[in-house]
Nanobody, 119 residues
Framework: QVQLVESGGGLVQAGGSLRLSCAASGRTFVGYRVGWFRQAPGKEREFVAAIRRSEGSQYYADSVKGRFTISRDNAKNTVYLQMNSLKPEDTAVYCC????????????WGQGTQVTVSS
């Protein structure tokens, strides 16, 4: 069993930056693929970024490519999402998720952290 806790959300002006953290407990994060997702009010949850469990290959939604960076620190059992050049449309609840599979869905989910970008 893996427990995920997100932190780092908050209110920021457009053009600003935030770094979200996804900390895992209960088991080492090393063997897990980790993804970030977001859900804005009245919208479906959407994929933001993911990092593979071994070599650390990264994947991004087109809407955040070039602005967001996902990274992992296995020693700290934490995955980060650095968000730069934030836009009002980035406003959402951001959740991290983890799974031991190479591809596919995610078994473990965090509760989420609110990110609000003001114009």
């Amino acid at each position: 069993q893996v427990q995920l806790v997100e932190s780092g959300g908050g209110l920021v002006q457009a053009g600003g930056s935030l770094r979200l953290s996804c900390a895992a407990s209960g088991r080492t994060f090393v063997g897990y693929r980790v993804g970030w997702f977001r859900q804005a009010p009245g919208k479906e949850r959407e994929f933001v970024a993911a990092i593979r469990r071994s070599e650390g290959s990264q994947y991004y939604a087109d809407s955040v490519k070039g602005r967001f960076t996902i990274s992992r620190d296995n020693a700290k059992n934490t995955v980060y999402l650095q968000m730069n050049s934030l836009k009002p449309e980035d406003t959402a609840v951001y959740c991290c998720a983890a799974d031991q599979s190479v591809v596919g869905g995610y078994k473990y989910w965090g509760q989420g952290t609110q990110v609000t970008v003001s114009s």
